[in-house]
């Protein structure tokens, strides 16, 4: 979801930073989850359903006064 996601959003002229748990272990733009939502206006969240409470609640204070859209599907993977 987050590739093509961000291509459009870049598309449109959007500056787009992915936030992820090892940064250094990818190849895109990408940086600790933290560091992405510091600089952010606007976070979308399209995280595994299991892990997204855990990640609200870690970061609650860097999402605070930030749009945030929730692209999570609650289904569980077979």
């Known amino acids: 979801m987050w590739a093509g996601l961000g291509a459009s959003l870049r598309a449109k002229g959007h500056i787009t930073v992915y936030g992820i748990p090892e940064p250094e272990r990818s190849e895109r733009n990408t940086k600790s989850v933290r560091e992405a939502l510091k600089g952010s206006e606007a976070v979308i969240l399209a995280t595994p359903w ?29």
């Not at 299991?50 to 077979?78: F, G, R, S, Y």
């Open 50 to 78: 299991a892990l997204t409470e855990a990640l609200v609640c870690e970061h609650a204070t860097d999402l605070a006064d930030k749009i945030v859209i929730d692209a999570t599907n609650p289904l569980n993977p077979a």
